[in-house]
């Protein structure tokens, strides 16, 4: 076949160079944005006077029919047409004949693969997006139905402090909010027309590179045109978006693989969520939460490809950047199902209540809210915390909690102590003892969870809860 480009040439494309370069294979995903593109550019130029009006309308028309033919899977592929963007000027050649090239006017592969790739991963942004607010309100109905429910906190995977399980789950929706951030930060880069750069030159026709950006609900165009079509920038930022949603999913799924283990025994996972073993037919894995772990590791390493990619270029386009796509579609892929399995399982699980209440009551968690106490009747801190290091040490020796040590043993650490000790102990007693904002304080929670709620749009704002939570964050911003 004679390629658009082969004028210069004196002999034919050789088919293991054909099979070796198309990347026909992996960006057919780009033929809406392609498309989209290519009727901006079709009306602009009909604007300025490159086309006919007329000629406008039935590039238009064919460029429809083509995107409806491939949505239903009836538009035929073949690697010699090498990519995407070829094979739809090759069909509307084959439909309109001379009229089908002047598609290319003005443009080139360069700049119409740049704005495809924008085009396609702000459309990604969006629905990662929604992904992630999909599983935030997950955690947040989760709240209610777990309302109450005291849980130990970890540090170095020992327990630490009592907190309510809500706080636990509201910690997990602040990651996500710092995800949903920073992909809008991202979307804000992204949101360039490079469309009008050509090759890497610009052209020398009187086109209109703002009303091209217009129509594609671009916020601006490019404004150097070498650096628009090599830059790739967009990618890689978007790729480590996901990569540390990715770090985030891993986590939560480490998480819930442990708390779901016979040794924990804190978390159920329903069976829908878990498959059996060919052999020991008492098993229930939590295959479904090993595999979000496994998938994640896969996103780390489409960045470190395409970070190393682009190491190495020169300035200009170099067709090593046909192979950026390879690792985004990944990326985005195992992202976008990880999520989606993130959700189903948060709200389907179910928590054991009667082991957390056995479990939050052992590991002397209310230990660091009896030195504060001390410290609140003018005890220095690192002498409340040998003191109450030692009356650990006792109740270790004797296997009893804090709560079980007699007043006389306390009396021995703390002569002035009365029998108000008790009452700061026990995990309840710690949980409420907190005043710090941000802590898990249970009033404190109760309108974090309020602010969550509508936040992600589960309720109403009628006690202007959400400006309430901007004004907190931004004095926590300036405390910082």
């Known amino acids: 076949m004679e390629k658009r480009w082969g004028g210069v040439f004196r002999q034919t494309t050789a088919p293991s160079v054909e099979r070796f370069t198309e990347s026909i294979s992996f960006d057919w995903r780009l033929y809406r944005e392609d498309i989209a593109a290519s009727m901006a550019h079709v009306q602009m130029l009909a604007q300025v006077g490159l086309l006919l009006p007329e000629e406008a309308e039935r590039l238009k028309h064919a460029l429809l029919e083509i995107e409806e033919e491939i949505s239903r899977g009836q538009f035929p592929f073949r690697p010699e047409l090498e990519d995407v963007h070829m094979h739809i000027e090759q069909a509307l050649v084959e439909r309109l004949g001379e009229l ?90 992204v949101n360039r027309c490079p469309l009008g750069s050509a090759a890497i ?141 993130a959700a189903e399982i948060v709200r389907h699980a179910e928590l054991n209540r009667q082991r957390l209440e056995a479990s939050v009551g052992t590991g002397f968690v209310d230990a660091t809210t009896l030195m504060e106490q001390l410290i609140c009747r003018g005890i220095p801190q690192r002498d409340a915390h040998q003191v109450v290091g030692r009356l650990v040490r006792r109740a270790m020796d004797s296997g009893r909690t804090l709560g079980e040590l007699t007043l006389d043993e306390f009396r021995q650490e703390i002569p002035a102590i009365g029998p108000e000790v008790y009452q700061w102990l026990g995990p309840a007693a710690a949980v409420a003892a907190m005043k710090s904002l941000g802590s898990t304080q249970p009033e404190l929670v109760k309108q974090q969870v309020a602010r969550w709620k509508v936040r992600l749009g589960l309720a109403p704002d009628e006690a202007g809860l959400s400006s309430a939570g901007k004004e907190e964050g931004s004095k926590t911003g300036r405390e910082t």
């Open 201 to 341: 030159a610009g052209t020398s026709l009187p086109i209109d590179r703002h009303m091209t950006a217009r129509l594609l609900e671009f916020d601006g165009i490019t404004e150097n045109s070498i650096d628009a079509t090599c830059d790739r920038d967009f990618v890689a930022e978007f790729v480590f978006d996901l990569a540390l949603i990715a770090v985030h999913l891993s986590g939560w799924a480490e998480d819930w693989i442990l708390w779901s283990s016979a040794e924990f025994d804190f978390l159920h996972l329903p069976d829908a969520f878990c498959t059996g073993s060919s052999i020991m037919p008492q098993k229930r894995n939590p295959d479904v939460l090993e595999l979000v772990r496994g998938k994640c590791a896969r996103v780390c390493g489409d960045l470190q490809s395409l970070l190393v990619l682009l190491k190495g270029l020169p300035l200009g386009y170099n067709r090593d950047l046909q192979e950026d796509k390879i690792p985004l579609f990944s990326a985005y892929d195992t992202v976008s199902d990880c999520l989606e399995m």
């Open 100 to 189: 089908g090239k002047k598609l290319h006017t003005a443009r080139s592969r360069n700049d119409q693969v740049a704005t495809d790739l924008r085009l396609w991963i702000r459309r990604g942004i969006d629905d990662i997006d929604r992904r992630l607010q999909e599983l935030q309100r997950a955690f947040v109905e989760r709240c209610e139905k777990d309302q109450g429910i005291i849980v130990p906190a970890y540090t170095h995977l020992r327990r630490a402090q009592p907190v309510l399980v809500a706080h636990m789950w509201l910690a997990y929706c602040e990651r996500l909010q710092r995800d949903r951030e920073r992909l809008a930060d991202c979307r804000r880069r």
